[in-house]
């Protein structure tokens, strides 16, 4: 009886993604497994491709084409996983294999090498049959016997594709192109050697020492073994081929810095309205029903400790547990108080790792030798074994949802995961995003509360500062008058102070006097930024960057002028407001190396600096005692953006940030420094007052009918040419009219005309959006699926991309 497979297979597009069936040849049975990689041959050309085994049970047909070879031992997703990436395609228009490369580490990816071997049908290798070249080529492979990428035979012979020695062997059948799969990293291996008890043969005495070693210590690994006895390799190789010791190889895991070899981090005892909480999450969690938890709390109420609390629960009960974290970066003391309190059980998922470490992370929590995954929104793809808890902390954050494809929403993910596993989902934040508050108030989640600081710890006194009355016109001074005297009196204090402003960069555009022309990137349309650090014009979107110059690039007069306000500006002038004090500065310029911000947070921690001035990074997730000052620089600076989700985003910002300080047993003060004193929303976030804007902002999304009492879908539009991608648009508006008003009539939208980008170029593509507000339903789903394929059939916009974005974090 013929075995048939679904696959899934690489490199596909959207319009034509689905599951392929293909034959199972015999000799393959019983390997190529659902979550197992194969090599099958795609398309016209049958050119090789690396697919994703979905199941065995596919649909007869005729010419069906048959698997080449299995790329895995064993299968890498289970089949959980694959269920995943089936709801993924269907939730966030992509392709099955974008969905299924999220399920497994970097490092585990495969890639086609292009590779040669000789025929095994050959025999003749009669040396005056072949010239020199010819004969080389055969000679090399031959001694290889095995297929040999082109890259290696070139590096060898110096030869190129278009050998003609090289194209005859192949025509004549001699050399045979095969495609060789490979994975980017390699398992980390240490050499060992352990002694064989009981050799009586003859041994140096340099060899007897080393053996004597051995059988001490039973097995060491060969660079101990060398180091400890001053003995050679070779001394070690001897006892080997002498048959008095043997070699092996063990797999070692390469591990992320960690504070594990620090003493443990004993919990401290909750308060009253701490412990209510936890007592409140447990009974729901041992209640077994799929359900989802928002714990609120105001900055400092110890939320952290509450489910730190409930995860050593969940562990006694020997289920799994992952804790997402919006950036590691801004939740670095968070990391650190896990690894203390839970020591090697923690695995830890986010972009900084190398591949490696990513990969035996990956590792670790799919053997079961870690049982939680903390990460950024990957983690919720990490393979932890009986799941029993989803924690995700900062829950409001933007960056739970991915920009690039597969667009997916963690929070949304997680909470899919969880019904998968019979898990308890639990959200956390001081400033939930309000679609999650509405959910809660709903009762479609459920909600606790914290209303005060944890221990002794005082919300901060905050004051509104109008910078109309305290800055000059044209002034370039960042720090007005009433924050520069909190900062002094600070200092003398001996306290520390955070400052925020969140803006890269010195200068933050350039603009000319005479032409009145704003110096922009030529890729994209946003102006430069001026980086005092490597004296040059940034843009921060494609990396473009020029000498700083005051030669204006339109008019070639000499008369530039630099304005605006970064990070490293208002370091200059924390510096000369405080001359003797130590000032640190964070963002990502300052802190790109690897794990330069822990470093300079625990620097921060010990005191080793007075203030510290930032971007968001110094914002959210950080916990100093002697901080008793925070100040905000241009604190409305994102109010005023074309996105309806503005005010949040700076309620959250103002929120978290003034939450900074006071959080030890003194005081704490904010300034907070604004052009708009008469915003409602300042004087909120002033006050943590999270149930006033919540009201507040829920009432706004009802009248202009924004989430959560609709969903988006934003359809955006990529191209080289700007009047063709604008009508790209215009057309996938006309046929979306037409589809909807035959097929689907009864699906309520309100479509909003295409229009260009926040902004329109980027890297030299055009970018143009179309914005669908509806409810997010299959048929609402299926009909956006059908307009997406066939516009990608529309010729005449072959060059424009367009995709699907479903409740996007950011409106393009």
């Excluded at 002694?195 to 060969?222: C, H």
């Excluded at 004296?535 to 070639?556: A, E, Q, V």
């Excluded at 500065?585 to 600096?609: H, K, M, N, Q």
Aim: hydrophobic content about 40%.
């Amino acid at each position: 009886m013929t075995m048939l497979a679904q696959v899934a297979v690489e490199n596909t597009v959207y319009h034509f993604d689905k599951l392929f069936t293909y034959r199972v040849p015999e000799h393959l049975r019983g390997q190529a497994a659902p979550g197992t990689r194969v090599l099958v041959p795609f398309g016209a050309g049958n050119r090789e491709r690396v697919g994703m085994v979905f199941s065995l049970d596919g649909q007869p047909g005729e010419k069906l084409k048959e698997i080449v070879q299995t790329l895995d031992r064993e299968p890498v997703l289970d089949p959980w996983q694959l269920e995943f990436a089936l709801w993924m395609k269907d939730r966030c228009y992509c392709t099955l294999f974008e969905a299924v490369k999220q399920m497994i580490p970097a490092g585990l990816h495969l890639r086609l090498k292009d590779s040669y071997l000789l025929d095994s049908g050959f025999t003749n290798f009669d040396r005056e049959c072949f010239d020199a070249v010819s004969w080389q080529i055969i000679t090399t492979l031959r001694a290889a016997g095995r297929a040999m990428p082109f890259e290696k035979l070139s590096q060898k012979l110096g030869l190129d594709q278009g050998c003609p020695e090289f194209q005859a062997l192949q025509e004549q059948g001699i050399v045979r192109k095969v495609n060789l799969a490979t994975g980017r990293l390699k398992d980390a291996v240490a050499r060992m050697a352990r002694p064989i008890e009981g050799f009586s043969g003859k041994l140096t005495p340099r060899q007897k020492e080393v053996y004597q070693v051995l059988l001490d210590v039973g097995e060491a690994s060969e660079r101990e073994l060398c180091y400890f006895t001053g003995a050679s390799p070779q001394v070690v190789k001897a006892l080997v081929e002498k048959g008095a010791a043997e070699v092996f190889e063990y797999e070692v895991y390469r591990r992320p810095e960690s504070t594990a070899s620090e003493e443990p981090l004993e919990m401290p005892e909750l308060s009253p309205s701490q412990a209510q909480v936890l007592e409140a999450l447990k009974a729901e969690y041992d209640a077994g029903q799929r359900r989802c938890a928002l714990l609120y709390g105001v900055t400092g109420s110890g939320k952290t400790w509450v489910f730190l609390q409930l995860m050593e629960y969940v562990l006694r009960q020997g289920r799994g547990i992952i804790v997402m974290v919006p950036e590691i970066s801004l939740t670095a003391q968070t990391l650190w108080q896990f690894q203390r309190i839970f020591g090697d059980q923690v695995a830890v998922f986010h972009s900084g790792l190398s591949l490696g470490e990513r990969m035996d992370e990956w590792k670790r929590v799919r053997r079961g030798e870690a049982k939680i995954a903390v990460g950024t929104r990957s983690a919720v793809f990490a393979p932890v074994r009986d799941l029993g808890l989803i924690v995700v902390d900062e829950e409001q954050e933007h960056t739970y949802k991915s920009e690039a494809s597969p667009r997916f929403d963690a929070r949304e993910a997680a909470r899919y995961r969880c019904g998968q596993a019979g898990a308890f989902c639990l959200l956390s934040s001081a400033t939930p995003s309000v679609e999650s508050f509405r959910q809660a108030r709903e009762g479609r989640f459920l909600f606790h509360q914290l209303e005060d600081r944890f221990g002794s710890a005082q919300l901060p006194q905050v004051e509104l500062v109008d910078m109309n009355l305290e800055s000059f016109p044209g002034s370039q001074q960042a720090i007005g008058p009433t924050l520069a005297e909190a900062l002094l009196e600070n200092f003398r204090q001996k306290r520390q102070s955070i400052v925020l402003l969140n803006r890269r960069g010195y200068h933050t555009f350039a603009s000319c006097t005479s032409c009145h022309e704003v110096v922009s990137c030529p890729h994209c349309s946003i102006s430069l930024t001026y980086h005092s650090a490597n004296r040059r014009l940034m843009c921060h979107y494609c990396g473009y960057s020029i000498p700083i110059t005051k030669i204006c690039p339109s008019c070639g007069k000499e008369s530039i002028t630099y304005q605006g306000l970064g990070t490293q500006k208002a370091e200059e002038q924390l510096r000369e407001l405080l001359p003797q004090a130590r000032v640190l500065r964070i963002d990502t310029d300052a802190v790109a190396a690897r794990y330069s911000l822990e470093r300079r947070l625990e620097e921060f921690a010990r005191g080793d600096y007075d203030v510290m001035v930032g971007t968001q990074m110094v914002a959210k997730g950080l916990n100093f005692e002697n901080v008793t000052l925070v100040g905000v620089l241009s604190a409305d600076q994102s109010l005023f953006s074309d996105d309806f989700r503005g005010n949040e985003r700076t309620f959250d910002l103002l929120t978290q940030v003034v939450g900074r300080a006071g959080r030890g047993k003194y005081p704490g003060r904010a300034v907070i420094q604004t052009f708009a004193p008469e915003n409602p929303v300042l004087h909120l976030a002033s006050r943590q007052d999270y149930f006033g804007f919540a009201q507040r902002e829920l009432a706004f999304r009802r009248t202009m009918l924004y989430p959560p009492y609709v969903d988006l879908l934003v359809i955006g539009f990529v191209g080289g040419e700007d009047a063709l991608t604008r009508q790209a648009a215009e057309y996938f508006l006309a046929q979306l009219g037409k589809l909807a008003q035959a097929e689907y009539p009864d699906l309520p939208l309100r479509v909003l005309r295409p229009s260009p980008a926040a902004v329109v170029k980027v890297s030299g593509k055009y970018r143009y959006k179309l914005i669908v507000k509806c409810k997010n339903t299959p048929r609402l789903r299926e009909m956006a699926a059908r307009l997406l394929q066939s516009f990608a059939a529309a010729r005449e916009f072959q060059t424009v991309t367009a995709y699907a974005d479903p409740n996007p974090s950011r409106i393009l």
